[in-house]
Structures are given as C-alpha cells and as structure tokens.
C-alpha cells in the first residue's frame, strides 16, 4: 500500500505553500535545492517543511489539499496588516 502525504511549506516571506506527494523527502529536497528553477516554490524560497498528514489513497490527500487551501491563505504572500 502506498503512503501519500499532503504537506505544508513555510517561506522566508511569510508565504505557505500546501502540496501532496508520494516521496516526502525527495519532494521537500527538490524544493529545497530549488531544482525547477521558475517555480512558485523557487521564487518564495521554501526552505521549512512545517506540517504533513499521512494519507492512503491520492484522492484524500488531494481532497486534504483543498480544504487547507480553502480554509487558509496558502500559495500567496500574506498582508501582516490585513491580519491575513
């Protein structure tokens, strides 16, 4: 059986980026060494992984992926003045 995990990435502007994944590791080490050079990743330099939830079917980890991205202002720059 498969393990697939939805993660979440802090950055050094404030910014979470929330992904899923099969291989934790090696997708935390990609975005670390910032091996796709034009990513969202890439441009707000993720460098902290801050949470992750183990899942056994892709469908609920995805499913877990938008609801963090629905409930929280996650893969854009957050306005410390807004509070949001």
Known sequence: M????????????TVLYVG???DL?????????KVFPKSFTTKYQAYKL???E???SIEEAIAREKQIKKSSPCQ???NP???T
Request: glycine letters at 2%; a positive charge; hydrophobic letters at 45%.
């Open 81 to 83: 003045l807004k509070g």
């Open 2 to 13: 498969v393990v697939v995990f939805t993660f979440l990435l802090i950055f050094t502007h």
């Open 20 to 22: 899923v994944t099969a």
């Open 54 to 56: 183990p899942f056994y």
């Open 50 to 52: 801050v949470y992750y």
């Open 25 to 33: 590791f090696s997708r935390v080490t990609d975005h670390k060494e």
């Open 76 to 78: 854009r720059p957050l």
